[in-house]
């Protein structure tokens, strides 16, 4: 019931494409829901986030589409470049019973120039 | 700020062998963690701390202990290493966000072991 579950495994995208990614969960006691890149042998680094109350949010290139009867969110890449080649994981964040950031298990996206 | 480093970045142990991995962060976080990354399984939480002296476990803790005497600091410790703790491992720390802790999570650059 704390899963994540993730999908695709990996993308292929050409340049100037939309990337997407989406994610689904089944405990709706997470409250928070971020998503994070990482980049080949580097740790994961934040990349934007929602909260459950709100259907959508976007920063620049990034938005993620939240929806809650679903238990469903999904992140967008608008106009994909190579630099955004990397994995992503979202995430759901658990404040009751402990405070705890359940991973999907990572989307692998590479965009071609 | 150095922000959270991790020591070593590369570990070869034996079956049965212990040892530490140092995890520090220079941002006052109250809240740290530390999780596991093994292919096709994401990152997997294995123990976390929201203060000094409190500690709490994650979704995959046996095998390892944790502790928090300050602030800075959070090791991991591998009690008798197995080939299934192969694996790269990330701390992280995080403020105290509006809804709690780990909102925003700030990952260092991780350990490589290798449990022969």
């Known amino acids: 019931q704390q899963q994540v579950k993730q999908s695709p495994q990996s993308l292929i995208v050409q340049k100037g494409g939309i990337s997407i990614i989406n994610c689904a969960y089944e405990n709706t006691a997470f409250d928070y829901f971020p998503w994070y890149q990482q980049f080949p042998g580097k740790g994961p680094a934040l990349l934007i986030a929602i909260r459950p109350d709100v259907s959508e949010k976007k920063e620049g290139r990034f938005t993620i589409s939240f929806n809650k009867s679903a238990k469903q969110f999904s992140l967008h890449i608008m106009d994909s470049q190579p630099g955004d080649s990397a994995t992503y994981f979202c995430?759901?964040?658990?404040?009751?019973?402990?405070?705890?950031?359940?991973f999907g298990a990572g989307t692998r996206l590479f965009v071609k120039a | 700020n150095a922000g959270v480093t991790q020591t070593p970045k590369f570990q070869v142990l034996k079956t049965g062998q212990s040892m530490t991995l140092q995890c520090a962060q220079d941002m006052n976080h109250e809240y740290m963690s530390w999780y596991r990354q093994d292919p096709g399984m994401g990152l997997r939480l294995i123990h976390y701390?929201?203060?000094?002296?409190i500690t709490d476990q994650g979704e995959v803790p046996n095998g390892y202990n944790v502790s928090r005497s300050t602030t800075e600091d959070f090791p991991l410790r591998l009690l008798s290493a197995a080939p299934s703790q192969t694996s790269v491992y990330f701390c992280?720390?995080?403020?105290w966000g509006a809804g709690g802790p780990g909102e925003t999570q700030y990952f260092g650059p991780g350990t490589r072991l290798l449990v022969l």
């Open positions: 992280a720390s995080s403020p």
């Open positions: 995430a759901a964040n658990l404040n009751t019973g402990g405070f705890k950031t359940i």
């Open positions: 701390s929201v203060g000094a002296g």
